[in-house]
Structures are given as structure tokens and as C-alpha cells.
């Protein structure tokens, strides 16, 4: 219980501070950098630069407070807490595209005669 109060306390803490300023398109790169493992091969894929998809990393990962990835020779490898928010970034993108989705079905409703 006091973990889950601790989590509640830093979440309005850290929506208060005006910090949150994270964006879908760095959730994608994020996704697309753990799919491929290479930060050249995720920025061509997403028609990028590397130098661009390494800033977008930094700043997810200075947003969150938290290492994403491990740099090494062979590429980028995902820490064990990327791997958890890999996955609900991977959520969050799928409910956004649920989002959008329903506004195109509800605008297509309010279209006709009044």
C-alpha cells in the first residue's frame, strides 16, 4: 500500500511540475529504436536522422529519469525497466490509434442534415 501511495504521489508530483512534455512520436522512435536495436536502421525506418532519434531517446529518458537503453558496440539494448515501458508505450500508441479512431466513427455521425 505505501508503494502504490509512494507511485501516486510521485506521478502528481511530476504532472505538477510541468515536466510532462512527452510526446507520441518519441514513444514511436522509442518502439522502433528497441525493435530494431540500432538508432541508424530506427532512424532510417522512421525517415530520420540519428542524430535526431539519439535526442529523442535522451529526452525520453531524461523526461522519465530513467535508462531506456544500454549503448554498447553492438547497438542499443533495452534495460530491464525499457523493456517494462516499452511495453506500455506500445499500449499508449494502440490507445491513441483507438482515440483517433472513434473521432472519425463520431464525425462521421454528426455528418448530415440538421
Same mark, same amino acid.
Given at each position: 500500500?505505501?508503494?502504490?501511495?509512494?507511485?501516486?504521489?510521485?506521478?502528481?508530483?511530476?504532472?505538477?511540475?510541468?515536466?510532462?512534455? &512527452?510526446? =507520441?512520436?518519441?514513444?514511436? +522512435?522509442?518502439?522502433?529504436?528497441?525493435? #530494431?536495436?540500432?538508432?541508424?536502421? $530506427? *532512424?532510417?525506418?522512421?525517415?530520420?536522422?540519428?542524430?535526431?532519434?539519439?535526442?529523442?531517446?535522451?529526452?525520453?529518458?531524461?523526461?522519465?529519469?530513467?535508462?531506456?537503453?544500454?549503448?554498447?558496440?553492438?547497438? &542499443?539494448? =533495452?534495460?530491464?525497466?525499457? +523493456?517494462?515501458?516499452?511495453?506500455?508505450? #506500445?499500449?499508449?500508441?494502440?490507445? $491513441? *490509434?483507438?482515440?483517433?479512431?472513434?473521432?472519425?466513427?463520431?464525425?462521421?455521425?454528426?455528418?448530415?442534415?440538421?
Amino acid at each position: 500500500m505505501m508503494l502504490i501511495q509512494a507511485h501516486h504521489a510521485y506521478v502528481r508530483r511530476f504532472l505538477c511540475m510541468g515536466a510532462s512534455r &512527452m510526446e =507520441l512520436y518519441q514513444l514511436r +522512435t522509442f518502439i522502433v529504436v528497441a525493435e #530494431e536495436g540500432n538508432v541508424t536502421r $530506427a *532512424a532510417t525506418r522512421l525517415g530520420l536522422t540519428p542524430p535526431s532519434v539519439s535526442a529523442q531517446i535522451k529526452h525520453l529518458e531524461e523526461e522519465l529519469n530513467v535508462q531506456l537503453f544500454v549503448r554498447t558496440s553492438q547497438g &542499443m539494448l =533495452l534495460t530491464e525497466h525499457g +523493456t517494462l515501458l516499452r511495453t506500455r508505450a #506500445e499500449h499508449t500508441l494502440q490507445a $491513441a *490509434a483507438a482515440m483517433v479512431g472513434e473521432a472519425a466513427r463520431l464525425q462521421a455521425c454528426l455528418v448530415g442534415e440538421v
